[in-house]
Every structure is written in C-alpha cells, then in structure tokens.
C-alpha cells in the first residue's frame, strides 16, 4: 500500500504539471509531448504542488497527502477534456543505430542514479540538515512551522526557500513516514527531467538524433549524476561523491528550462512558451535564493529585447512574464519579513564592504575559472565546449544573446556574493564553487548545443530539423 500511495503522489507531480502546461498551450504549439512533456511536467508540478503547500500552511490547513490530491481532480479532468489541442504531431523518423545507442546511455544512466539512490544513506550535510530537515519537520508538523524557521537555534539557513522540502515533505505525507530513502526518489526523477527540457529544446530545432546526444551528455556529467543519485568515490576537488539531497539541480534545471522558453518565445512569439518561462523563473526563485535574481534578469532581458524588437503586445507579454513570478515570490518574502527571517549577504551589503572586500576579486575569478576548466572530473569537457562553441557561432541570433546574458549575469551575481560575503574566501569558494557552477551547466550545455546547431546546420528553430532527422 505504501509503494502505491507513494506512487500515485509522484504520478501527482507529473499530473498536475501535464495539466497546468495543458491550460497554458491549449492549441499544442509548443509541441511538447510523450517522454519530454512528463519531464517539464515533473518540474512544472514540482513547484506548483510545493507552493499549494505552503498556501494551505497559510490558510492553516493540513498538509495531509489527500487534501493535496483533491483540487487537482477536478483540474486535471477539465483541462484534459476542455482544451483539446489539434495541432498536427510533427513527423518523426525511424530510429536509427546512433539513436538507439544514445537513447541506451540515458536509460543506463538514469537507471543507476535510481539504483544507487536508493541503495544508500542520506549523506550530504546540507542534505540533512537543511533540505531534509525541514522537510521531516514540516511533515511532523503538518504544516509550515514559523516557530522552528524563525528559531534562533536552529542556524541552517531558515530564509531559503522551500520547494524541495516541502515536496519532499509530501512524499514522506504519502509514505506515511518520513523515510529519507524514500524521499530521495525526488531526485533521479530531476534527472529525466534535465533530460527531457534539453532534449525538447535541442531537437525542436536540430531533429531527434542530436536531442538525443545532448540528452545523453547531461547524464554523463559527473556533477549532474553526484546531485541525482551519487557515486560511491570521492571526485575532482570534492570531499565525497554523493550531494542527492541538495536543491542544486533542480534550480539549474529551471534556468536551463526558463532560458529554453524565452530563446522560443523570441524566435517564435508563442506565449506559452513565454508563460513556461515565467513559471520556471517563479519556481527557480521558489527553489534557492540565487533563483531571485536570475528571475529578475529574465524579467530585465525580457523587457529590453521586445522594447526594442517586439514591441506588439508589450504590455500583455510583460504582464504575463512578471504576474506568475510575483504570485510566487511575494507571498514567501512577505511571509519571510514576518518572522524577521532576513540574507546574512543582505545585511552585509554595503558600498564600504563592497570597496573593502574588492581584493577578493582576482582570487574568485581564478578560482571558478580554474574549477571550471581544469576539474574535469567533474565537469568532463563542457565548459570547454561552450567557450569554444560561442567563439565558432560569433554571429549570435538575438534571441541567443539574452541566454548568455542570462548566464553572464547571475554568474556575475554570483562573484558579487562573494565578494561581500563574511565568510573567509578560501572556505566560501572551496564548499560552493561546484554548485554554483552546475547551477549553470545545463543553461551553458544547452548555448553549447545551440552554437553548433547554428554552426553546423545553420539552424534556425524548425528549419533543419527535418534534415537532422532524415
């Protein structure tokens, strides 16, 4: 019974994405379907469900696993039932040798991270102590405790937003217990959805063969696969080999999945595809900190490339950018000043700190950039590949632009952080350097796939995919 109730709330996840991705392209032309429409969906429902969670801990309404169920019945079926889409299916070639090879590295992949997952222990000390944590105690409580977030013994971060916890505090609803082991299938089902968003985004514009081999490269990527279901060995500069628990790779799914939407809503003005963006940025900001200000440049770069190439609908497009991220980030920040829960980095931030602290410079630059290059045991070839990938696709389309300044910028923001941090340097950089630099490995993969589309095919969305497929 345990195995089914505990099914049947991942099947939410999934359900509850599918459904919203349903209301919001109702014609179907974002042609999102079969394995990578479960994958955004498990991302999509992810959030949602999460801040339904906290709503209810608002309204002081149990977090109970069937309370959380029932809204979504009837939404589900309406949606299913009302909207249905008629756009034609795009026509798919027969697999071919490479394919199949490719599509058997993902399979093989994904299937250890799930094997080794559940295999072993929690490990990570962030893992226990702030993601896990919480979320055992919100589902001990059933609901949102402001007297143990806002508690001054309890140290680990009580201002960090709580979608990982609070989903996995559901999970641990519907298993009736709160089994870390349990818990942790959160994470290699992260992995398929990394998968799914490059592979949707990747063939959409260069055919299935080279979704696939992208899709197969995010599996392979050390620091991808120590964050979904572990290794058994230490690797490149890290202690262990084991971080399933952290909150990490769901955010860099978001920024991977929020620039992909926003790069097809500036070649093709879908608005479904601008409100996914806005949905991924909202839950990107629901997930970490960090995802704050990433949403903020999405929001920033949005405005600035259709005031100056779109201006049709500006008003409208914007409104449909910026209300479902202020629905999601205002609430919790509101929520967040009323137990005087504040940043550590905030209450730093000073231009006498900034200008004190400016020494720090030269030391993080060399830092992320030799973590970045030289640790290959972590991050294999891909940050070679987008530097050398964006210096061969020199002509950048527009569109891609705003994905590199989206990179650019929050990794800006990033060595900002440092700068003003009270934390010595050597420690700050040595126990966050890695995350921080997955938070953008897969947005950085995705350019990387997009420079060589555009190298190789001359690719614009749509208009080699049917070659790439022949």
């Known amino acids: 019974m345990q195995v089914f109730l505990v099914i049947s709330a991942l099947i939410l996840f999934i359900a509850a994405g599918a459904s919203i991705i349903r209301a919001v392209d109702r014609t179907g032309e974002m042609t999102l379907r079969g394995a990578p429409l479960a994958g955004v969906s498990f991302m999509t429902g992810l959030g949602a469900v999460s801040f339904q969670m906290f709503l209810y801990s608002l309204a002081s309404i149990p977090l109970n696993p069937v309370l959380i169920m029932i809204p979504w019945i009837p939404f589900i079926a309406f949606v299913f039932f009302r909207f249905r889409q008629d756009a034609p299916r795009p026509q798919k070639g027969r697999w071919d040798m490479a394919g199949l090879a490719l599509l058997a590295v993902i399979l093989v992949q994904s299937a250890y991270a799930f094997i080794y997952a559940l295999s072993v222990p929690l490990f990570g000390w962030d893992a226990w102590f702030i993601w896990f944590l919480k979320a055992r105690v919100f589902f001990l409580d059933q609901g949102i405790s402001g007297e143990f977030l806002g508690n001054p013994g309890y140290r680990h971060h009580g201002d960090y937003p709580l979608l990982m916890p609070l989903a996995t505090a559901f999970v641990y609803g519907a298993a009736g217990a709160a089994n870390e082991t349990i818990g942790k299938l959160i994470y290699p089902l992260q992995l398929l959805s990394l998968v799914s968003v490059i592979y949707y985004a990747v063939s959409r514009i260069a055919g299935r063969r080279t979704g696939l081999l992208f899709g197969a490269i995010s599996t392979l990527v050390p620091v991808v696969m120590i964050h979904a279901g572990g290794v058994p060995a230490k690797l490149g500069s890290l202690y262990a080999g084991d971080f399933v628990g952290y909150s990490d790779l769901a955010l860099s799914i978001y920024f991977m999945g929020a620039a992909a939407f926003l790069y097809f809503y500036a070649k093709e003005g879908n608005r479904a595809h601008l409100m996914m963006a806005s949905l991924f940025l909202g839950f990107s900001a629901w997930t970490k900190n960090e995802g704050l200000t990433f949403a903020a440049f999405g929001v920033i770069l949005f405005l600035v490339y259709t005031a100056l190439y779109k201006r049709d609908g500006l008003v409208r497009d914007a409104l449909l950018l910026v209300l479902p991220i202020a629905a999601i980030v205002i609430p919790w920040s509101l929520y967040k ?15 006498a700190t900034v200008a004190g602290n400016l ?12 973590t970045a290059f030289t640790d290959i045991a972590l991050y294999n070839l891909v940050w070679w590949a987008y530097a050398l990938s964006t210096l061969a696709n020199w002509r950048l389309s527009k569109a891609l632009v705003m994905a590199h ?13 440092y700068i003003i941090s009270p934390a010595p340097i050597d420690w700050h950089l040595a126990t966050s350097a890695d995350r921080l630099l997955l938070h953008l490995l897969p947005l950085g993969l995705l350019i990387t796939a997009l420079n060589l589309t555009a190298v190789l095919l001359g690719a614009s969305p749509g208009a080699d995919a049917a070659k790439a497929e022949s």
């Open 337 to 351: 000043g009323s137990l005087g829960i504040g940043s550590e980095y905030v209450e730093s931030l000073s231009i």
């Open 359 to 370: 020494w720090k410079l030269p030391v993080i630059l060399k830092t992320l950039g030799k």
């Open 405 to 417: 300044l989206l990179l650019f910028m929050q990794l800006s923001t990033y060595i900002f952080i």
